[in-house]
C-alpha cells in the first residue's frame, strides 16, 4: 500500500509541473502582503477556491516563476487512500529528488487542495515553512477548513483570504461585457448593456457554476444543493447536529428572508407552535454554525453602546442572493430585498465594518459602512424612486442618520435615477445601482 501511495505521489507530482494551469474568470480578492505566512483560502463551498488556487499559480508565472516551482497536489484522489501523517513527507522529498538545485535555494510554491483529510496536516504544514523556502497555499471544501478551524489549527501562521461567489464586476466578465471605472459615465448603449447585466445577475446569482446553467430549474436544483452539503457537512457531521428537522427548517427560514430584520426568539416561537422542537438555545448555536460556513452574515444595529447592539435584532444577509430564489416562491421574492443583498455583499468585499442604522424617529438606512482608509458611508438602497413620497422617505432617513454619523457620505443606491424635478439633498450620491456595481472603491464623489 505503501509502495502505491509512493507511486501516485511520483505521478501526481510529475502531472503538478507539466499541466496547463486552467483560466477561469479572473478573481479580485487579493492575497495579504505578509511575509513568513500561509495563505489560508477559504469561504462557501463552490464559490470557486480552486480556481482561485490556479490563478495565484498563473500570476506568478506571469512574474517569471519556474513551472517547475509551481506545484498543485490535491489529495482527493482516491488512489492515495486515506495517507498518513507521515506519509506528507514524502510528497516534498519525492518533489525534492527531482529537483535537488531548488531546495533551499529558490522559493516553491505548494498548493494543497482538500489537505484536511489527512489527520495531522497542520504539524505538517507548519514544519515545511520552518524547515524549507516554501510558499504556501491551502484550500478545501470540508468544515475542517472553515475560518475558524484555519485559524486555530494554523495558529497564526495562515492568512486568510476569503472567496465569495462572484461579484457583479465579475459576473459581467464572465458574460464578455466590459465593465468601465465607476467614476466613467458610460454612453447609453453601455448603460442599457449594463443594466440588462444586472438583471441577469440578480436572475443567475453569483456562484459560478450556476452562471453557466440556463434551465431555472436546473439551476435552482444545483442551489439547493448547495446549500444542502453545507448542512450536512459543514454543520451537521462537524458539530453532530441530532435535529435535522429544526436544522434544515431553520436554514429555510433564514434563506426566505434575506435583508430582514430576525429574531431568534420569534423563530423558536413559531417552530413551537408547528410542532418543531428546538431551543431558542440551539437555533443561536445553528446561526453560529451557519455564519462560521459563510451561508449567512447577521448585521447588529450600529450604536455606540454596546447594549443596544446586543438587545436590538440583527438584519440577516445571505452569502448569494441567489440562494434566497432558490428557496423561496417566484411570486414571494421582493426585488428590493434582493438589490439590498447583493449590496450587501458588495460591502462586505470593500468594508471592513458594516451595521445598519435607526433613527431617533424610527427611519431606517441600510448600511454603515467603514472603508478600509477608515472613511464611513451611510447608504440607502431603493429599486424604484419614482414616486416623490418613495423619495422622500428615503432622503429624510439619510438626513437624520447623519445626525448620528457626521463625517459620512451620503449614497442613494437606485436602479435608475429620479425626476429631474426632484431636490438632491446637500453631498449625497445619487447613483444608479450598476455604475455603483462598477467601482471597485467606496469613495464619495
Known amino acids: 500500500m505503501k509502495d502505491q501511495f509512493t507511486d501516485v505521489v ?44 490556479f490563478q495565484c499559480l498563473r500570476d506568478a508565472l506571469a512574474e517569471g516563476v519556474a513551472r517547475e516551482r509551481l506545484v498543485y497536489f490535491n489529495f482527493e484522489d482516491e488512489r492515495l487512500g486515506t495517507p498518513e501523517t507521515a506519509q506528507l513527507s514524502q510528497i516534498v522529498e519525492s518533489y525534492y529528488r527531482r529537483f535537488p538545485d531548488f531546495r533551499r535555494k529558490e522559493e516553491v510554491f505548494f498548493c494543497f487542495d482538500e489537505i484536511q483529510v489527512v489527520p495531522g496536516w497542520e504539524r505538517f504544514t507548519r514544519r515545511l515553512m520552518d524547515s524549507e523556502k516554501v510558499r504556501i497555499f491551502l484550500s478545501g471544501s470540508s468544515a475542517k477548513m472553515l475560518s475558524r478551524e484555519v485559524a486555530t489549527s494554523m495558529r497564526g501562521r495562515a492568512m486568510e483570504t476569503v472567496i465569495t461567489p462572484f461579484s457583479f464586476r465579475e459576473f459581467a466578465t464572465a458574460r464578455q461585457v466590459a465593465v468601465p471605472n465607476g467614476d466613467e459615465t458610460p454612453s447609453a448603449r453601455a448603460r442599457s448593456l449594463l443594466q440588462k447585466t444586472l438583471d441577469d445577475y440578480l436572475l443567475f446569482g453569483g456562484f459560478p457554476e450556476a452562471v453557466r446553467v440556463a434551465a431555472e430549474r436546473d439551476r435552482v436544483g444545483l442551489l439547493q444543493g448547495y446549500v444542502e452539503s453545507v ?90 442572493h441567489s440562494l434566497a430564489s432558490a428557496f423561496s416562491p417566484a411570486a414571494g421574492l421582493d426585488r428590493g430585498r434582493l438589490l439590498e443583498n447583493m449590496v450587501a455583499c458588495e460591502l462586505a468585499r470593500k468594508t ?12 431606517e438606512v441600510d448600511f454603515i459602512a467603514t472603508a478600509f482608509d ?12 419614482s414616486s416623490r413620497q ?7 432617513a439619510l438626513i437624520e442618520a447623519r445626525e448620528e454619523a457626521r463625517d459620512a457620505t451620503l449614497w442613494l443606491l437606485c436602479e435608475t435615477m429620479p425626476p429631474p424635478d426632484f431636490e438632491m439633498p446637500e453631498k449625497t450620491n445619487v447613483v444608479p445601482l450598476y455604475q455603483w456595481f462598477c467601482r471597485k472603491e467606496l469613495k464619495g464623489y
Do not use: C
Open 352 to 363: 471592513r465594518e458594516l451595521a445598519y442604522i435607526k433613527t431617533a424617529s424610527g427611519r
Open 231 to 320: 448542512l450536512f457537512r459543514d454543520v451537521a457531521e462537524r458539530h453532530a447536529v441530532g435535529n435535522i428537522v429544526a436544522l434544515r427548517a431553520f436554514a429555510r427560514q433564514l434563506l426566505r428572508n434575506p435583508a430582514r430584520e430576525f429574531s431568534v426568539s420569534k423563530i423558536a416561537a413559531d417552530f413551537a407552535s408547528r410542532g418543531i422542537a428546538v431551543s431558542k438555545e440551539t437555533l443561536l448555536a445553528f446561526l453560529d454554525y451557519f455564519e462560521d460556513a459563510f451561508l449567512v452574515s447577521p448585521v447588529a444595529i450600529f450604536s455606540r453602546s454596546e447594549r443596544r447592539r446586543q438587545v436590538n435584532p440583527r438584519k440577516l444577509y445571505l452569502a448569494d
Open 10 to 53: 511520483s505521478e501526481k507530482l510529475a502531472d503538478a509541473v507539466e499541466m496547463e494551469l486552467p483560466a477561469g474568470i479572473r478573481r479580485e480578492q487579493t492575497l495579504p502582503d505578509v511575509p513568513g505566512k500561509a495563505h489560508a483560502i477559504t469561504g462557501m463551498r463552490r464559490a470557486g477556491k480552486t480556481f482561485y488556487l
Open 374 to 385: 477608515g472613511s464611513r458611508h451611510l447608504i440607502q438602497v431603493a429599486s424604484d424612486i
Open 390 to 396: 418613495t423619495w422622500e422617505r428615503e432622503v429624510k
